[in-house]
Nanobody
Framework: VQLQAFGGGLVQAGGSLRLSCAAS????????VGWYRQSPGKQRDLVAA???????YYADSVKGRFTISVDRAKNTVYLQMNGLIPEDTAVYYC????????????????????????WGKGTLVTVSA
């Protein structure tokens, strides 16, 4: 199983980017997918997640600006990022978990859960002031 995140780049504050996470198999029909980000010197934070039942979760810092979605026909999960601010600068990673129970994932999200089954390589997002 391979995950590949792409779509990062340099954008001015207030701009938008759409990240994509593609999987080698049909994981996203049965799994939960999460987007994480990590800035230099900081811990990796879970910013958004979506279950196979389309329950979605967002960190307070991105709520109202980021949207996670899935195209199961393309085996791809997206993170639409609008209203970007310099504090969004980070390497963004996608990861997947075989557990797709919405109630458990609500708790996992609150715990900034790291125990995902597969991780993709990150893509760098840089937001200039």
């Amino acid at each position: 199983v391979q995950l590949q995140a792409f779509g990062g780049g340099l954008v001015q504050a207030g701009g938008s980017l759409r990240l994509s996470c593609a999987a080698s198999g049909r994981l996203f029909s049965i799994n939960t997918v999460g987007w994480y980000r990590q800035s230099p010197g900081k811990q990796r934070d879970l910013v958004a997640a979506i279950t196979s039942g389309d329950s979605t979760y967002y960190a307070d810092s991105v709520k109202g600006r980021f949207t996670i979605s899935v195209d199961r026909a393309k085996n791809t999960v997206y993170l639409q990022m609008n209203g970007l601010i310099p504090e969004d600068t980070a390497v963004y990673y996608c990861a997947t978990d075989f557990d797709s129970d919405a109630r458990r994932w609500s708790q996992k999200f609150q715990m900034n859960y790291y125990g995902m089954d597969y991780w993709g390589k990150g893509t760098l997002v840089t937001v200039s002031a």
